[in-house]
């Protein structure tokens, strides 16, 4: 009598979820150490000394690398990237132009995060004037790119935007930029500017990857007591031979 009598069905599902949640797991793991080296990386090169855009813009990895930026913003091309959250108050992040003297580029500078509690007026900000001298970092988004021309939520401007795209930007305006936003540090010209560097944390990650492993091990649990308990009843189970 076979010790062990699981029955078709429930092997089949085991079959189907167990890959599955194992798959998951590990997957949960590899997402989190990506984001231990994004956040490595991304620490390394804030702890650098900032460089030009001369410098930066023949880079193939320009990400999160900071830069020394002398010149002066556009105030009348001002674009307010809609529906960005902090500690639950709803706002936007002012984007706006800026033309850097020493490289002859323009570059979309994103100024920080201001509250909007009421949607019926315009966000109030403020544009430096003169030439200014800031630091910045470059954000590059990890999937597809900020899209104004499919974003563009409102006409005029400011523009209220919910994706932007620079380089339509400066298509639009008939300029020459960068492909990318490049994020102020703390600043006299900055407003918000805590920006989480990864949306979720690796903890977080490995939370996740522990609780699929645990699903996948509840389920193998499962079937093994199921398949054991199984064959204990088929064992006592009276006989209906006839002789």
Known sequence: MSAFRPGWLPSLLVALLLPGLVWLGFWQLQRGDEKRQ??????????????????????RDPAYRRVQLRGHFDSEHSLLLDSRVRDGHA??????PFYDQSSGLWVLLNRGWLPWPDRRTTPQFDTPDGVLQLTAWVYVAPSGGLNLRSGAATDGWPRLITQVEAENLWQQLGRGGLPFEARLEDGPASYRVDWPVVAMSPSKHL????????????LLGLFIYLGIHNARES???PSHRHA
Do not use: D, K, T
Not at 91 to 96: M, P
Not at 207 to 218: C, K, R, S
């Open 38 to 59: 994004l956040l490595a990386s991304f620490e390394a090169r804030r702890q650098a000394e900032p460089i030009s855009l001369e410098q930066l813009e023949p880079m």
């Open 207 to 218: 939370g996740y990857a522990v609780q699929w492993f645990a699903l996948a091990a509840a």
């Open 91 to 96: 706002g936007v992040e002012l984007l706006q």
């Open 235 to 237: 064992r006592h189970e």
